[in-house]
Nanobody, 126 residues
Framework: EVQLQASGGGVVHTGESLRLSCRAS????????IGWFRQAPGKEREGVAA????????YIADSVEGRFTISSDIAKNTVFLQMNSLKTEDTAIYYC???????????????????WGHGTLVTVSS
């Protein structure tokens, strides 16, 4: 059974940083891409970042480019989302998700992700 546990959310001020963690169990990061999504009140779920250790492919949304980075620790089966220079518009519930690789390929759209963890709330205040 795939389980994803997201953690690291909290309340910060604009310009500060947070690091989110997504610990996966029941799968190997070698076989799955891991993505981070977020959903703010009244808005649709948005893909933020994703990473595959298969080919070290990375996706970063334009809205967080230059501020967020994603990395994976295979030994810990954990994916990290480093969020710097946070803005109030980054306030959302952040979810991590897993997508089984198809011969190394994966897709960014939310509908392609097979398993989802519970979210962690990030609140950025001015």
């Amino acid at each position: 059974e795939v389980q994803l546990q997201a953690s690291g959310g909290g309340v910060v001020h604009t310009g500060e940083s947070l690091r989110l963690s997504c610990r996966a169990s029941g799968i190997s990061l070698k076989d799955y891409a891991i993505g981070w999504f977020r959903q703010a009140p009244g808005k649709e779920r948005e893909g933020v970042a994703a990473h595959s250790t298969w080919d070290d492919a990375v996706y970063i949304a334009d809205s967080v480019e230059g501020r967020f980075t994603i990395s994976s620790d295979i030994a810990k089966n954990t994916v990290f989302l480093q969020m710097n220079s946070l803005k109030t518009e980054d306030t959302a519930i952040y979810y991590c998700a897993a997508q089984l690789l198809d011969r190394g390929s994966w897709f960014v759209g939310a509908r392609y992700w097979n398993s989802w963890g519970h979210g962690t709330l990030v609140t950025v205040s001015s």
